[in-house]
């Protein structure tokens, strides 16, 4: 089967069916997606596909066939550059355990490509689809107005 991951056409050997987060994991080496419930409800799977977000976890992999999966080693154009929602994320001190903030960045970044300039209700209503256990939601959402600033700016959505 051909994916196109992060920018690159690659090809897995796989079941149709198996849940595109263990080929994104086990296949392609890339585990920055986490598994979290298996249920699609905590977030921390969630990858782009075709550049809205998509819970990982339980997408077969067949329905991503030909498609662009965006994870969250694709968002920044090379490895010494970080997309402004990651740059966000360090400068408001985001991540308590870490866990759940990759699908917790990736929700944001499809946000701000949809809202430019969220309210903290447009910020709040995103993110309530994403669980944190360690209750960082006020630094993410100021970490989201950060990133929506720099990328008017002129930082720019890299991914």
Known sequence: MKLVVNGKPVEVAVPEDTPLLWVLREELDLPGTKFGCGRALCGACTVHVDG?????????VGDVADKQV???????????TLHPVQQAWIEENAPQCGYCQA?????AVALL??????????????????????GTYPRIRRAVHSAARAI????????
């Open 113 to 134: 490509r949809a809202k430019p300039e969220p309210t903290d209700a447009d910020i709040d209503a995103a993110m309530s689809a994403n669980l944190c256990r360690c």
């Open 52 to 60: 809205a977000p998509k819970r990982s976890c339980v997408t077969p």
């Open 103 to 107: 699908g917790q960045i990736m929700t």
């Open 70 to 80: 965006v994870t969250i080693e694709g968002l920044a154009p090379d490895p010494a």
């Open 152 to 159: 008017k700016a002129g930082g720019g959505d890299r991914g």
